[in-house]
């Protein structure tokens, strides 16, 4: 490939904004014992870093455009810096939310549109092909190094030095990044305001409803909260269910300013006519079913490691290694295959590989672990998502003309980010969710004597708090609870958490096979060609 250099800079920035999810991840007991702070508080920071970038990711795009894509690609890698820096020194979960849940997330949303518009500025034909595959693999190459380094470095050192050398890669990304040409001319025009609010108060508001959920339940009430004594719930209907109303309606209001925008006013935000292209519409949604699935096992998985059987953020990064080697093989063998199997073949084969992945993986959830099963369904997980990386950049980008390749990278970052926030969100509600549903039926039925259920129902009126297994007979027995008793209860929360688990990949087997509905629009060409006329 010529002008190595250029995709070697653009690379480097992509291995960091991937690297960053899965280091904090694996990182989760760690970080949660060293700010003092709970699982539930990092899944919101988890949660809030992807929703973030979903939430201005097309702002950042429409700046690519108008500021010039590669200012946009060094402008973004400054600001995240700065995030890592923030991340790498915080005291407390607060400054670690403004750090990598809001600064980074708002560097991320000028880099990664920049990054897959400028791959597709800077090479043409099979090479923009290969460079598409090796922003691939490099993605790939970011979760399978992510979870061994942030276990290593968490385990022997400290999690904070990976965000640390964050900060230096960065630095020598805009160091670099003059190599890395712009040929698109800079569009003037201006951004419309309300386009923005309208589409970050949207995404916000379905996310954070999804994420509370656990809470306050999804439709009746459960522990809704409440003002000056009054309890908020609207016509008796859980706020949870509320904001995701709202969060919809709201999106819906976007998509109709765009429309007007399209016709009357300034450049809309995101042309809503795009997703008239079948390709495009298929390819992103697809993508969005892969990054919702991808979030919900980089969350779920930790937490089942480390809470339930006790291992530290090393042996985590060993038992997903495994998903991380197929991810980087895979994406590099379905750059092969596409020159005999259309992308859609290939789509749907990772599909129904991520579907078998999934149930093998609810079998393998036991309290001591089916090793060997476990290994296969992480590396068969991997496999699947690995052939759905090699696809489905390269289907976007050729589904448009040149001009709209930023737009798209917005798009993509849009699904990307959503979907990563819809997995932590959702899988992270129906785990807590199910936890607290198995805890007080366990303990219901357990033969704790009537006293001790009273109290540890009181205790746990608003939900149970997912802690290591290992920790709950002497947090019984600090709250007064005989010798057996605090056995008991510690096997009644350790069961629990395991059915909890096994709920929760259930429901990612069900997001895995609704995705088939969206991959039917892929194309059936063994090559992909870009489009040389509108996007209309």
């Known amino acids: 490939m010529k002008r190595a250099g250029v995709i070697a800079v653009l690379g480097s920035a992509q291995f960091v904004m991937v690297l960053d999810g899965t280091v904090m991840n694996v990182s989760i007991s760690t970080v949660v014992a060293d700010l003092d702070t709970t699982v539930a508080a990092m899944q919101s920071a988890i949660t809030f870093y992807t929703l973030t970038m979903a939430a201005f990711m097309l702002l950042g795009a429409k700046l690519g455009d108008v500021w010039g894509r590669r200012r946009a690609f060094v402008i973004g890698s400054c600001v995240y810096a700065a995030g890592s820096l923030i991340t790498a020194l915080s005291p407390n979960v607060g400054l670690l939310f403004l750090g990598w849940s809001v600064v980074e997330g708002l560097g991320a949303v000028l880099v990664i549109p920049a990054i897959a518009a400028l791959v597709a500025d800077n090479y043409q034909g099979n090479d923009r092909i290969a460079a598409f595959a090796i922003i691939g693999a490099v993605s790939g190459v970011a979760v399978a190094a992510g979870p061994l380094i942030g276990g290593f470095v968490t385990t022997y050192f400290d999690w904070r030095y990976v965000f640390a050398a964050e900060v230096l890669i960065m630095i020598g990304v805009v160091l ?57 719930a609207p016509l008796g209907i859980s ?69 339930t059987l006790g291992l530290d953020a090393l042996e985590t990064g060993i038992r997903i290694f495994p998903l991380s080697i197929a991810l980087v093989v895979l994406s590099i063998v379905g750059t092969r295959i596409s020159r005999v199997l259309s992308p859609r073949t290939i789509v749907r084969i990772g599909q129904l590989i991520l579907v078998i992945s999934a149930v093998i993986l609810l079998g393998s959830a036991t309290s001591d672990l089916r090793s060997g099963l476990f290994a296969t369904g992480m590396f068969l997980s991997g496999a699947a998502l690995g052939l759905l990386a090699s696809q489905l950049g390269n289907v976007n980008m050729s589904s448009v003309t040149e001009k709209e390749t930023s737009e798209v990278g917005g798009l993509q970052g849009v699904f990307q980010n959503l979907g990563s926030s819809l997995g932590t969100a959702l899988i992270g509600s129906i785990l807590i969710g199910a936890l607290s549903t198995s805890f007080a039926s366990g303990v219901a039925a357990s033969d704790l004597p009537d006293t001790t259920k009273s109290t540890v129902t009181t205790a746990t009126d608003h939900g149970v708090t997912i802690v290591p297994a290992a920790d709950v007979a002497g947090i019984a027995e600090r709250a007064g609870l005989s010798d057996a008793d605090a056995d008991t209860l510690a096997t009644v929360y350790r069961d629990s958490q395991l059915s909890s688990l096994r709920i929760a990949f259930f429901g990612l087997i069900l997001i895995s096979l609704g995705s088939l509905f969206f991959s039917r629009g892929i194309p059936t060409e063994v090559a992909v060609r870009r489009r040389t006329g509108s996007s209309g």
Request: charged share 10%; aromatic share 10%; net charge positive.
């Open 176 to 232: 670099c990044a003059r190599i890395v040409t712009d040929p698109a001319p800079k569009r003037s025009g201006r951004i419309d305001a309300l386009s923005i609010v309208l589409s970050s108060v949207g995404l916000v508001s379905v996310v954070f409803g999804m994420l509370q959920s656990k809470t306050w339940g999804w439709i009746l009430p459960l522990h809704p909260p409440s003002i000056g004594g009054v309890t908020i």
């Open 239 to 307: 706020p949870a269910a509320w904001s995701i109303v709202f969060g919809v309606a709201v999106l819906a209001l976007f998509l109709a300013r765009q429309r007007i925008l399209e016709r009357t006013g300034p450049g809309p935000l995101v042309h809503v006519k795009m997703f008239s292209i079948t390709s495009l519409r298929s390819g992103l949604f697809v993508l969005g079913a892969q990054y919702t699935v991808t979030a919900g096992l980089f969350f779920m998985i930790p937490v089942y490691l480390q809470m």
